[in-house]
Structures are given as C-alpha cells and as structure tokens.
C-alpha cells in the first residue's frame, strides 16, 4: 500500500492550496483519512480527518479555513487550505487506515511541504 501526496509548493500569505493524497496497492478497505503536518522543530499534529462514516474532525485553529474532503471510489483525500498564514508552513503528510487481509494499519505518506511566505 502507497499514498502519494500531492499539492504543495510555495504560497503567499492569503493564498490557497489543495493537496491529494491517493492510496495505491492492494486495498481491500480504507476506513480513515487524514492530513497531519509537522513543521520545523514542533510535532506532528492532525490537521483534519475524515472517518469512513463520513464523520469530519478538525484542528480547532484550522476550522473555518482548511477543508478536507474525500473521493471513496478513487482512495483520494484532499485538504483544500484557504487563507494561508506563514505558521500553516509545515510538512504535510496524508495517513490512512487501510485493510488489506481484513486487519486494519496505519500508513503514511511522504509527505508534501507547504511553504507561506511573501
């Protein structure tokens, strides 16, 4: 199983990003998705999530600016980042609970970097 993330890339404060992350490989099921970032010097923290029931969970800072969204057919989730500000810069990964055998685990993308400055 892979997850590839796409989207980053250097952005003006204000500005707007959209990232992907597709699951690849041999997915019997994916229950969650979700975006984490981690930016210099700090820990990872969850951005948003979106659980298979269709349930969303957010950062409390994030809400009202970041979107997450999800294609179940295309094992696709986005985050749709509105009004970026220079503390949004981190590294963004995609995670996923995939099943393969009937047992869910935890991957993890390579991540895709966000840079907000001017």
């Known amino acids: 199983v892979q997850l590839q993330a796409s989207g980053g890339g250097l952005v003006q404060p204000g500005g707007s990003l959209r990232l992907s992350c597709v699951a690849s490989g041999s997915i019997f099921s994916i229950a969650d998705m979700g975006w984490y970032r981690q930016a210099p010097g700090k820990q990872r923290e969850l951005v948003a999530r979106?659980?298979?029931?269709?349930?969303?969970h957010y950062a409390n800072s994030l809400l009202g600016r970041f979107t997450i969204s999800r294609d179940s057919a295309k094992n696709t989730v986005y985050l749709q980042m509105n009004s970026l500000k220079p503390e949004d810069t981190a590294v963004y990964y995609c995670n996923a609970k995939v099943s393969v055998d009937g047992d869910y685990t935890d991957y993890w993308g390579q991540g895709t970097l966000v840079t907000v400055s001017s």
């Open positions: 979106w659980a298979s029931g269709g349930t969303t």
